[in-house]
């Protein structure tokens, strides 16, 4: 089956203490349609500038990314420029260049509109809500968020809660949508107002999915290094998207697997700049990576005496 992504595409400049890149391609939808396109078809819907350097979008087509969907506008395109000191769970932002993006109104071609599967990448959710008035009956919506929406913009995001199937947010963002400090307690707040599923990204220690009858958790892989965590979590969404798309499979234990599959792929995404380890590994190195994730959590059942 195939995904559709609606999101940033963007420019990014990055600082990590193991090095610098200057303008490579970022943004929430193409971290994620690199992801999810080593597993599924992916539809993706954006804008990018007349400075673009659409070249390096080829390797997104190769893959089966649908660039159908992305508007080419006369201006600068959407650019970030951030520092990552050692601890690399957090992102100082130095400069953020909306361009185009800021007059973004998502315009989803007659061909997406079917698509079964739909991820509102991190965006305004007035926009989000555009996306979902364009769509056709998908199996599965989720949306993700950020601090900024859920501050600026609290009464639109709430009215898309109901709308949506699953939410996907980082632990901070949770407890700021939901005033609890507890994730359990925010998981349910946040599912009381709409979603069906609730997952909380906690950066390098893994994620919880939660709906209303289980808790599921999965560890981070404990890489020796962390290259660059920029787009981690949009990878994780996409590696989650993917799989779920590929098997066409919402059950319980279906959605677990997909959660690790999420892992796996953020962790991938963290070993290089940019999108570019997407384009060097394939599915054995996936499948070889969350066979490590399943021997991380398994042991042998005793009873106590």
């Not at 993006?101 to 991190?122: A, C, M, W, Y």
């Not at 989650?240 to 590929?246: E, R």
């Amino acid at each position: 089956m195939t995904v559709l992504v609606v999101g940033s595409v963007a420019l990014d400049s990055i600082e990590t203490p193991f090095g610098k890149a200057e303008n490579v391609i970022g943004g929430s939808a193409t971290f994620f349609a690199a992801s999810a396109s080593l597993l599924t078809r992916v539809q993706m819907v954006g804008i990018v500038g007349s400075d673009f350097p659409v070249d390096k979008l080829e390797r997104l087509s190769a893959r089966g990314v649908d660039l159908a969907g992305l508007e080419h506008a006369e201006g600068e395109s959407f650019r970030w420029r951030g520092r990552y000191r050692h601890d690399l769970n957090s992102a100082e932002t130095l400069e953020t260049r909306l361009g185009v993006f800021s007059h973004f109104l998502p315009k989803i071609p007659e061909q997406f509109r079917d698509t079964p599967f739909v991820f509102l990448g991190n965006i305004d959710p007035r926009l989000q809500l555009e996306v979902l008035r364009q769509v056709r009956k998908p199996k599965l919506v989720a949306c993700d968020t950020m601090n900024f929406w859920i501050e600026s913009r609290r009464g639109d995001l709430l009215a898309l809660l109901k709308e949506v199937d699953m939410v996907t947010l980082n632990d901070g963002e949770a407890r700021q949508l939901t005033e609890e400090t507890n994730l359990v307690k925010a998981a349910r707040w946040i599912m009381a107002h709409g979603p069906k599923h609730v997952i909380i990204k906690k950066g390098e220690h893994g994620a919880f999915m939660f709906n209303a009858k289980s808790i599921f958790f999965a560890p981070a892989y404990p890489l020796e290094s962390v290259f660059d965590p920029t787009g981690a979590g949009d990878s994780f969404a996409g590696g989650f998207f993917g799989y779920l798309a590929q098997t066409g499979d919402l059950s319980e234990g279906n959605m677990r697997r997909a959660v690790v599959c999420g892992c796996a792929m953020g962790s991938f995404a963290v070993e290089r700049f940019s999108v570019d380890r997407f384009f060097e590994i394939t599915k054995e190195d996936l499948n070889a990576r969350i066979d490590e994730f399943r021997k991380l959590v398994a042991f042998e059942k005793e009873v106590m005496p």
